[in-house]
């Protein structure tokens, strides 16, 4: 169902308005009845009055009787306003207290999810599953939302700090190398940091010289650009030399010695590179490691590796001037007005509605499409997919639907300005069912000029540069699918102070809407739920979770804690703590 034709202002808001003042009505005469004793009324005066007197005294009473009408009037609308706020504040402590869902979802390319359970699950999961019977009602949204200023704010974090710098005894690099590494950075461009990243702590593990990596120019996008068109190589080497030694090229007497060219066992441990990959490389002095995306375990590695995976990925990898400066730019246009602005990670394009096998809401037309697309891609490995079962494991991204009802459900203004980092979205009706409700959706498209977007025509790991830059300075992120994006975005947020970032639990908010979308739930009950399943998913520190295997773990980069992030009351005496 279109969101669109959920509702008309000119009706819905004097239903919802009725159902939330009847609430409130019944509330408050209920708490009356318990904690008021009846009010008396007053005397109308004695029967023993002269009868002279009788009109007098009746003109006296019917005046004292409409002055306390009067009074009874204010006193009434006055209770039932401060019981609202009452009801309201109840609900937002018993939010705070809950601690909402304690859990995490990891999910790997391929689609498959894993569920990793943080403690304390049991009291929301109850309110969760608890579904209210009655008659049905008609959907409703409310026609005016309340701004409180709680959306805006970020976890809780004092106690934490950046901690990435190694000891001085491991950091000194040593003066022999064993050889020289290149390597091939695949995937898009958070794939490729990231597998950057990992690559320099292996480096360090095999005591090789890193060549300058080589971007992937044959994914998806097909881009062209090498590494020096979207980082600054320069100060990529300046951040690294205390630690692995970075060439642009190999040394001539070396460039006549053909590399030997091999694959990563994915997730690998430590001993894996210092053991049997340096040996390969003393041997043939020249190795090309040929994939660089999840070669590096997670867990189970030395601190000072864990600190020089950051280091590379969050102060090494900086992007060239150009791109910083447009994303700068755009952040300042978003901001223009002082009102802060939420960058959304709407993946709900072509290719992971293909990947994943998700078509809900689209047509037999489209589904077919996508199908096609997933048969033909050959290194995609699964083929036949139930996608309504998918949606239901909450792997697919989630409908420009239902990131307005979800928004709406948290608290978002509908003037609330959006930031969308993404392609184009998919389907017939492509972003109109969110931008129908928020209307302020902005993107580098339409925030930017032509000018200025000339220099990044055809370059669309240039853009996802900017995307990436504008999502890590958003004043609320929130993602829709748990890929490189999102992974990446997150643990950028978190090692810069935790960020608020919203992590949608899809499983339960899919099963939620549909409920409500079948009438089998008020919006109060609805939004209630919604906003409760996601007090605790909001980016707050917390260890990084492990998994019942190294691939199933939450992963490095969406979680630096720890590792990169230490805690104040574990640090040594004489630690600065930035």
Known sequence: ??????????????????????????????????????????????????VKHTRRWITCCLMLLAFSTLLTKFALIR???????????????????????????????????????????KKVAEDVEDENAGDSMQISFPQEMSTNPDIWNNPNSDDYFKCIHSSRNDSSIVSHTNGYLIVNANGGLNQMKTGISDMVAIAKMMNATLVLPRLDHSSYWTDKSDFKDIFDWKHFIEVLKHEVKVVEHLLPE????????KTPVSWSKATYYRVHMANLLKKHKVVNFTRTDSRLANNNLHNNIQKLRCLAMYEGLKFQDHIQKLAKTLIQRLRNNGNPFLALHLRYEKDMLAF???????????????????YNTQHWKEKKIDGEERRCQGVCP?????????????????????????????????????????????????????EELKPFLGHQNQLAAVDNMVAVESDVFIYTYDGNMAKAAQGHRRYEGFRKTISPD???????????????????????????LHANRIGGPYPRLPGVSRKSEENFYANPYPGCICDKSDAPKGVKLS
């Not at 994943?356 to 997933?374: A, F, I, P, W």
């Not at 300005?417 to 302020?440: F, M, Q, S």
């Not at 899809?506 to 979308?517: E, G, M, S, T």
């Open 1 to 50: 169902m279109a969101m669109t034709g959920l509702t008309d202002p000119s009706s819905t808001h004097e239903l919802f308005g009725f159902i939330t003042r009847r609430r409130f009505c019944e509330y408050s005469f209920e708490e009356l009845d318990q904690t008021t004793l009846p009010v008396k009324s007053p005397p109308l005066g004695r029967r023993k009055a002269p």
């Open 79 to 121: 209770t039932f306003k401060d019981f609202s706020d009452i009801e309201i504040s109840i609900h937002q402590t018993n939010l705070e207290e809950t601690g909402g869902l304690n859990g995490h979802e990891d999910r790997d390319e391929g689609g498959s999810i894993h569920i990793i359970s943080l403690p304390n699950p």
């Open 254 to 261: 070396f460039k006549s010695i053909k590399p030997l060219k």
């Open 356 to 374: 994943t096998g998700c078509s809900h809401n689209l047509t037999k037309e489209e589904d077919s499409e996508l199908r096609n697309m997933r």
């Open 398 to 450: 989630m409908t420009p639907r239902e990131v307005a009802v979800f928004l709406e459900a948290m608290g978002y203004p509908f003037d609330t300005k959006i930031y969308i980092v993404a392609g184009r979205i998919y389907g017939k009706d492509g972003i109109k069912p969110l931008e129908a409700r928020y209307p302020n959706i902005f993107t580098h498209s339409n925030l930017a000029t032509k």
């Open 506 to 532: 899809k499983a339960n908010f899919v099963r939620l809407i549909d409920q409500w979308d079948k009438g089998s739930m008020t919006w109060e009950e609805f939004s209630s739920k919604v906003r409760l």
